[in-house]
């Protein structure tokens, strides 16, 4: 088929999700698509990462002539010093990558990505602008709050207090990954602050380890401890409570009142990227209203984009989609955190071991 | 006396004069030839792994950068950090107790095995082995559903009334414990087996005849000669549990921290090559030491391994 | 005289007793994966609500599945045999060398069955990924012969031990050359030695899980996918793959053992 210089996006339509992909004014050479390009991105495993291979892969891959490839993080972790081997020595594996937040301050550090802006991703205007970093758009909110079974616990809980309780004793579970969420958490409830790590940090953890079942390693294992009711009251993340909630067990995820963790995901584009024009216009596109709303449904994620609009079951699973909610949202500094954390990990394996 | 077959036509006797046959009664240095295949495999991947592994516990990394390439930190914080020294004894202490409790259970089966004829022996050898035909994450998922507040075990006790409590059979030591048998008992109950067959059955019945009861029968003659492989299968088991690193982590709760737990953390999370290999070699030197150990109470004891 | 014999049958009680239970649990997770293998609900719990092939349909037909099982089964095929050949070299050079030094060597061949799999893991790590070869099927098959052939020496080792040597004269009187009569006189006398370390070789190497997690980035064997499919979604998939590795491990097992006794000792082949 022969094809003009440019192949702008008007030409084609598709409905759904290809729709929002044409507001994205790519340029694409006429050479990519006689190829038929590949295209690679780090991409999750799990449900995620399903959604993403299933429903927003393919249409982009038909709008744009190209076959997108991805590279699964097992356990939805990057691998960063892998990622930092391959771009040094000039040769990315993918174009694009979706980090944690501490990853981010590693690969900011390390030089390994590119600078976005407005101009780079047109969809911008349409985020909230406290989720755009300056290597690209904050995906995929999520938070961590406090899940309860409201079968066995009678008066939702408001505080992170009320995981000290003395009447869940053995009934709570907290996290061992992310620990560091743990112990921002335990300074908030108890000085209002969520640094310094002290001593006292860590006192107040022996205080709750009568209460505490066990440290759940993995998402995963806090659904089975909700599913099988060994615990009745648990601080986890949204997405884990609301899949639980969606099988039919009585559980329910609050934030309570000192305040939330909401954290994202950066999509980037890596240094050297084989095809940064490529890679923009597929995070422009991921960061659209079509793709969110799925990720949003499927993934319990929230979205930076104001245009998402939330069905009322789903509001209740992600509840960053309050505003209100969304102004206790507590300010993380990950510089910080990425300094400190083998520190703190140190006190926290000993803590494990009294 | 005509040769048979295409062979050369060699007899017992004939002698190396083209030198490709040996006598029977070999003790000349050739068969050591056929350890070259395994030995060149175990130079590439027991051999030279070892020695980058030592050479890389003397590096100091942080965040992933070589900051120096000969310290003795790595060593030291292994002794000084608070963390490694403790979860080494801890694992020394659970190791003690697994292979006590393979040994009180593992023993009663291979005596049931020994008293069995052919096809049962089979039976049981195959229910003594299965454990290790399930994948150790698997296994563990499934105490789960057994152990748990809501599992099998609690359901049936409530129900026949015996407690109202549920009992914590998981997320601490017992549940490792539980979980670690399960898998191990198989290396205590072959080498009990084959060290009880070995005993002549005369033995024991002349005892017998001269009118010990089977109690004492059991005591003083069928214990003591089967010590070899009581001895071997504990020594095996206790050594292998050093290395406990998943079923910790799923039965443990994340509290019960083995050393094995923390060297993985290390590369897996922290990526402290330095640390984690010190922390690997100290494994080895106690392992190692364990063997030593373990042969020198051999030899005072009279049991021959 | 009842008294003491009253006493002595208690003794035989208690012992079988602990036996039995003892065996069975050992067999309960297993019947319970197996149980719960054939679930139709889509999270696990016991008992399930609803049966179904469902979870089997699911793990054949999902391509992570699908390729972590056709390379746990490459590399355990290409493991077997190979652990096999260098098992009874070196168990034959043990028993048929020198006696100085062989206390030695032995204990090097079995070391790696003694270091705990993270210590070699990471040791194997370093070197693999220097030398680019992580992912890679010789990586694993390597390692995964290195931790399988202490097992496969010391079962080769003892029947290779209680071979009776005449018949291997005897042979050889007969005008075999050495290697026919090993061939044909001592490998099918030792058969049932081979076929135990066959059998624990391949579910050595189908079950390993640590040191090819330290040797992998994304080509996964079927124990790290379960881990990976753990950390994720703790669902019933991991039961039915269980359920399949239990049959395909009887199944190899059976067809290993269709050959030749393992109970009985000598037979000749022909």
Redesign the interface.
């Known amino acids: 088929m022969r094809n003009s210089r440019h192949t702008t996006i008007g030409r084609r339509r598709f409905l759904g999700l290809t729709a929002s992909a044409l507001a994205a004014p790519t340029v694409i050479s006429s050479q990519a698509w006689a190829q038929g390009k590949t295209f690679v991105i780090y991409s999750f ?3 995620l990462g399903r959604a993403f291979k299933e429903q927003i892969i393919p249409p982009f891959e038909k709008q744009h002539g190209v076959r997108v490839e991805t ?2 993080m ?3 972790v990057p ?1 960063m ?2 990622v ?1 081997a391959t771009v040094d020595a000039g040769r990315p594996e993918a174009d694009v990558i979706a980090m944690q937040l501490t990853d981010y301050v590693f690969a900011r550090r390390n030089n390994l990505l590119i600078p976005l802006n407005a101009s780079d991703i047109p969809e911008y205007k349409n985020l909230y602008p406290q989720f755009i970093t300056e290597h690209g758009p904050g995906l995929l909110l999520w938070s961590y709050g406090i899940a309860y079974n409201t079968q066995q616990v009678k008066e939702a809980p408001t505080s992170w207090k009320d995981l000290w309780d003395q009447k869940y004793k ?1 009934k709570v579970a907290i996290n ?1 990954p992310i620990f560091d969420q743990v112990l921002q958490m335990v300074n908030l409830t108890f000085t209002g602050k969520t640094l310094p790590v002290s001593d006292e940090t860590f006192k107040h953890l022996t205080e709750l380890r009568p209460n505490l ?9 806090a ?2 401890l909700m ?4 615990i009745v009251l648990g601080a986890v993340w949204n997405s884990r409570a609301a899949a639980v909630q969606d ?1 039919g067990v009585p559980i329910k995820f609050v934030a309570p009142k000192e305040g939330i963790f909401v954290r994202y995901n950066p999509f980037s584009v890596l240094r050297g990227a084989r095809d940064p024009d490529l890679a923009k216009a597929w995070i422009n596109y991921v960061c659209s209203k079509e793709p969110q709303s799925l990720l949003a449904e499927k993934g319990y994620q929230g979205s930076p984009n104001k245009d998402v609009v939330y069905s009322d079951h789903i509001k209740e699973r992600i509840i960053v989609t309050d505003p209100e909610v969304l102004k206790r949202a507590v300010k993380e500094d990950f510089d910080t955190i990425v300094d400190n954390v ?1 520190e703190w ?2 006190r926290w ?2 803590w ?2 009294a | 006396m005509r040769p048979l077959g295409r062979g050369r036509g060699r007899t017992c006797e004939a002698v190396m004069k083209d030198g490709t046959l040996e006598p029977p009664e070999g003790d000349s240095r050739r068969p050591w030839l056929l350890l070259v295949p395994s030995a060149s495999l175990y130079l590439f991947t027991f051999a030279v792994p070892l020695i980058v592994l030592v050479a890389a516990s003397f590096e100091k990394t942080t965040g992933g950068v070589t900051v120096s390439p000969f310290s003795i930190d790595n060593y030291q914080s292994f002794f000084a950090d608070g963390v490694a020294l403790r979860a080494v004894l801890h694992t020394l202490y659970l190791s003690f107790v697994i292979a006590t409790c393979c040994l009180l259970f593992g023993y009663p089966v291979a005596m049931t095995m020994r008293r069995s004829g052919g096809r049962m022996r089979l039976l049981l050898l195959f229910l003594v082995v299965s454990p290790l035909l399930t994948s150790v994450i698997v296994r563990n998922v499934a105490w789960i559903l057994v152990l748990g507040r809501e599992g099998l075990i609690n359901v049936a006790w409530r129900r026949l009334g015996l407690t109202t409590e549920p009992l914590r059979l998981m997320y601490n030591d017992l549940g490792v414990v539980i979980g670690v048998v399960h898998v191990y008992l198989a290396f205590v109950v072959l080498p009990v087996f084959a060290s009880l067959t070995a005993i002549d059955p005369a033995v024991e019945e002349s005892a017998a005849s001269l009118g010990a009861t089977r109690a004492r029968v059991f005591w003083h003659v069928t214990l003591p000669l089967s010590m070899p492989g009581v001895f071997a299968g504990f020594t095996l088991v206790f050594v292998l549990c050093v290395g406990l690193y998943l079923t910790p982590v799923v039965m443990g709760g994340n509290f019960v921290v083995t050393i094995s737990m923390i060297i993985g953390d290390l590369v897996r999370t922290q990526f402290d090559m330095g640390r984690a290999s010190a922390f690997a070699v100290m494994v080895l030197l106690i392992v190692a030491g364990l063997l030593w150990l373990s042969r020198q109470f051999a030899r005072r004891y009279g049991v021959a391994t | 005289m009842t008294g003491a014999q009253n006493r002595e049958d208690a003794g035989g009680w208690v012992t079988g007793s602990v036996a039995v239970l003892t065996l069975a649990f050992l067999l309960l997770p297993q019947v319970i994966l197996l149980v719960e293998s054939f679930t139709a609900d889509s999270y696990l719990a016991f008992p399930p609500a609803r049966y179904g092939l469902r979870w089997y349909a699911f793990i054949l037909s999902d391509d992570d599945w699908l390729d972590a099982l056709g390379r746990s089964l490459l590399v355990a095929a290409i493991v077997t045999p190979m652990t096999l050949l260098l098992g009874l070299t070196a168990a034959y050079a043990l028993d048929r060398g020198p006696a100085r030094g062989r206390r030695i060597i032995f204990t090097l061949l079995i070391a790696p069955m003694v270091l705990p799999h993270v210590v070699l893991g990471l040791a194997q790590f370093q070197v693999v990924f220097w030398g680019h070869m992580q992912d890679t099927v010789t990586a694993y098959v390597l390692a995964h012969v290195t931790i399988a052939l202490p097992f496969a020496i010391i079962t080769i080792g003892a029947s290779l031990q209680v071979f009776d040597r005449r018949l291997e004269e005897a042979a050889q009187s007969l005008g075999a050359a050495p290697w026919r009569a090993a061939f044909h006189v001592l490998l099918p006398v030792i058969r049932p030695g081979l076929v135990a370390a066959a059998i624990f070789s391949f579910i050595t190497s189908f079950d390993e899980f640590i040191i090819t997690y330290f040797l992998s980035t994304r080509r996964v064997t079927v124990p790290i996918q379960i881990f990976n499919s753990l950390s994720f979604q703790l669902d019933p998939s991991i039961a039915a793959i269980s359920g399949l590795m239990l049959m395909l491990t009887v199944g190899l097992t059976g067809f290993l053992m269709a050959g030749g006794q393992i109970s009985s000792g000598t037979r000749i082949v022909r």
Do not use: N
């Not at chain 1, 079942?213 to 993995?218: A, E």
């Open positions: 495993d799990g449900v590279i699964t097992p356990g939805s691998p010093q892998k930092k053995g061992d079942l066990t440290l759940y390693t993995t998402g995963a294992q659904e089975q599913r099988q009711q060994e099988e083998a990990r140190r394996d000993a494990k071991q």
